[in-house]
């Protein structure tokens, strides 16, 4: 058995002995917080907690993805995988997939993903004649993903004043009425969108105290990182979930919120002690990652915020250089700036292009950038773009998948039903749409139910027909073949 404490600091070792009642684990920047989770889950399992108790949160599946395979190391790797670790988003939607019946779902049901919504409600749109300059569908979907993070149903909406008067203010009276066209045409598709993933959870532990009480009994302890960054509606299924047992540990640092523009709310860290007045309080203090002079720097920025939970970072590695502030008047400035500053450092230190490095906020930020390398001939490479389950040829494939698994899916349908060319033309596809709306139905049910505009001739119909005969014969291959691939084909 691995000595799981021998390279840990006091604090560190604190923060993963303490298994019992609430704790809340304040890591400063390069503290070893992510050392610490690991190494907590894995000593919750040396000292015999069931790793189906545990339920630990992240919100990046790559951070879910390091934790496991770290925790991997530590013990029995079938341990490792028992334990119910992802996304605040994959997590729920796992739960809510076993539950979807109690919500008025199938455990089949799609998730929409921001183009899926955008197009959903671009439709929605259309069918009303609503000018897209006066309500533009990426700003129509943020006001309702707003309203679903603050767990506002459609209804709650149009019967809040503040709200309406607000939209009444922007010019949008009618957002309301979108929100819950878009809910309902979300709920025909048997579909939910990543909002709804929070919201339905929340509906589904509100509204049903006997499966409230399964999962509190099921996860008998809970770890939550980046607690700093949760919003209302992940705080609020958090709480219930861990208020059985109270075996909470709480893992952030209210100096790195910055995502309140994605509804986090600050109060959630800072109030913890609110919430669990009997709570540990743990400070992990010692950044193993920068100078000293860049340690003090931060420090004497977090002393100013008004609301905080002090905390002193030190460092013990020397104490570097010191930190240079440029002030420039433009981008174009700021960019021949950072270009010049490259240059010159490659020059004197003779340093190779790949020693650089230049991060930036938003994607509008690099084209200064680019010029001013340009111009100085330093070669530079993007990284971002598109993901590769952005692509269009990934998007189509997963299109056909969710089409099989869910027919009801009227995105992902609308996607793929002429793709590739079947003969089945955009004024045809429109037209089945109004029947499909006309009767509050989808689509897919429609051809099911062989209803089709009564002036479509035969070739139409059968083209539609074709499509569905298709779909219907991957979904027979379904029980037979598996998502994985077969060991012979494993590299």
């Known amino acids: 058995m691995i000595d ?4 840990l600091n006091e ?3 604190e923060a993963v002995t303490t298994i019992e009642g ?3 684990v304040i890591a400063g920047a390069g503290s070893g917080k992510t050392r610490a989770l690991t190494y907590r889950v894995a000593y919750m399992i040396q000292e015999g907690v069931d790793p189906f108790s545990i339920m630990a949160l992240t919100f990046t599946n790559k951070a879910a993805r390091e934790m496991k395979e770290r925790i991997m190391q530590l013990v029995n790797a079938s341990d490792a995988r028992n334990v119910w670790m992802g996304t605040f988003h994959s997590i729920f939607a ?9 919500i008025g779902f199938t455990s089949n049901f799609s998730i929409y993903d921001t183009d899926d919504s955008k197009a959903l409600i671009t439709q929605i749109l259309k069918d009303l004649s609503l000018d897209t300059k006066v309500y533009p569908a990426k700003q129509v979907l943020a006001r309702i993903s707003s309203a679903k993070s603050s767990l506002f149903s459609p209804e709650d909406y149009a019967n809040n004043p503040e709200v309406q008067e607000a939209d009444r203010k922007a010019n949008k009276p009618l957002i309301g009425q979108l929100f819950k066209l878009y809910n309902e045409r979300l709920h025909r598709a048997n579909a939910m969108d990543f909002d709804d993933i929070l919201y339905f959870t929340n509906v589904l532990l509100r509204d049903n105290p006997d499966v409230l009480y399964k999962y509190q009994n099921h996860f008998k302890f809970i770890l939550v990182d980046e607690y700093q960054d949760t919003n209302y509606a992940q705080y609020l299924i958090v709480k219930r979930i861990a208020a059985l047992f109270e075996n909470i ?6 100096a790195q919120s910055i995502y309140a523009f994605r509804g986090a709310n600050i109060q ?30 931060s420090n004497a920025v977090i002393a100013h915020n008004k609301d905080q939970i002090k905390k002193k970072v030190w460092s013990d590695k020397e104490k570097g250089e010191l930190i240079g502030l440029i002030h420039a008047n433009s981008d174009t400035e700021e960019g021949t700036m950072v270009a010049n500053s490259i240059f010159q450092y490659k020059m004197t230190r003779h340093l190779p292009n790949k020693s650089f490095a230049i991060l930036y906020r938003t994607n509008a930020q690099s084209r200064s950038m680019e010029e001013a390398l ?11 773009g598109l993901s590769f389950y952005d692509r269009k040829e990934i998007k189509d494939l997963l299109a056909y998948f969710r089409v099989v698994i869910n027919p009801e899916d009227e995105q992902a349908l609308l996607r793929i039903i002429n793709y590739p060319a079947r003969g089945i033309g955009k004024t045809s596809i429109e037209r089945m749409m109004v029947v499909a709306n006309e009767r509050r139905t989808s689509i897919w049910k429609c051809m099911e139910n062989n209803v089709f505009p009564q002036d479509f001739n035969m070739g139409t119909v059968n083209k539609f027909r074709d499509f569905m005969v298709m779909i219907k ?9 598996s998502p994985a691939p077969s060991d012979s084909s494993r590299c």
Not at 94 to 101: F, N, T
């Open 4 to 7: 799981l404490l021998k390279d």
């Open 11 to 13: 604090p560190q070792r």
């Open 22 to 24: 609430p704790v809340m």
């Open 94 to 102: 796992r739960i809510l997939r076993i539950e979807a019946e109690k």
């Open 249 to 254: 540990c709480v893992v952030g640092d209210d």
């Open 268 to 297: 959630n860290i800072l109030n913890f002690k609110n919430d669990y007045p009997d709570y540990k309080l743990i400070r992990l203090e010692q950044n193993y990652r920068s100078t000293q002079n860049i340690v003090n720097a």
């Open 374 to 384: 340009r111009k100085q001939n330093i070669p530079y490479k993007i990284y971002g």
């Open 473 to 481: 014969s991957f979904q027979s291959l379904q029980p037979n073949i």
